[in-house]
């Protein structure tokens, strides 16, 4: 084969790989597009307030418990406040330590790893959690913020924390693949980049000297499997038993996180 038709023969490939990553990249927005039509904004973008003291008719000072992060956190897709994650935790926490607990939440709806900043801004001066949990990252997936750049802010959000004398517990980023309104194969795509994420923020939540809980293998399997049941009315956010089983998967860290052995 002549040099030049060596170098037509390159150029059409290189044109050819080109036109099919540009491709797939239209693909995948018009897929995403699809996918926000989908689950719309039927629960609005404020959670229910689960802030109070629970069980405080157990007596003695309560837990100062502290969450943070995005729409999981903070409960979206919950009716009732007991039903929240933060309810649902304290609930339990309280009855394994037989203690009140008192929770505040500064997680918000739409936070990506860079707004646990301003959320630990938003605390008054004083405060002093006991034990803080972080759950964050779906946000970043979708919005195609770097792992780096993600895991970054996470690590010095748990910094902070530390310094208010807080323990803490990361709930790594969720399994995305297990959102069914999310079209094929951005659904997959997702699968493999909030994977990806959940790795390293468990590698960075372990060297930052906190706890990760991973969601993926602890609850992913059964939001899978019973997608009606888990899933709240948008299908995107947990339901009242989503809520239930993730706070079951995250509490025995927080315990631990309470009262180390």
Partial sequence: ??????????????????????????????QAEI??????KPLGELAVDADRVWR??????????????????????????KDTLGGRLSKRLARRLERPVRLRTIARVGSESSALATQLDSLPPGYRPDAAVIVVGGNDVTHRVPITEAVG?????????HRLGASVVVGTCPDLGALRPVPQPLRTLGARLSRQLAAAQAVAVTDAGATSVDLRSAVGPVFLDDPDGMFSLDRFHPSALGYRRTAEALLPSVVEAVCPP
């Fill in 56 to 81: 405080r008719s157990l007596g003695g000072k309560p837990v100062e418990l502290l969450l943070l992060g995005d729409s999981l956190a903070a409960g979206l897709g919950a009716e009732r406040r």
């Fill in 35 to 40: 996918a926000r039509r989908r689950i719309g």
């Fill in 1 to 30: 084969m002549s040099r030049t038709r060596i170098l037509v023969s390159s150029s059409l490939g290189v044109a050819s790989v080109a036109a099919l990553a540009v491709g797939g990249r239209l693909l995948l927005t018009r």
């Fill in 153 to 161: 802010h996470l690590t010095v959000a748990i910094e902070r924390l």
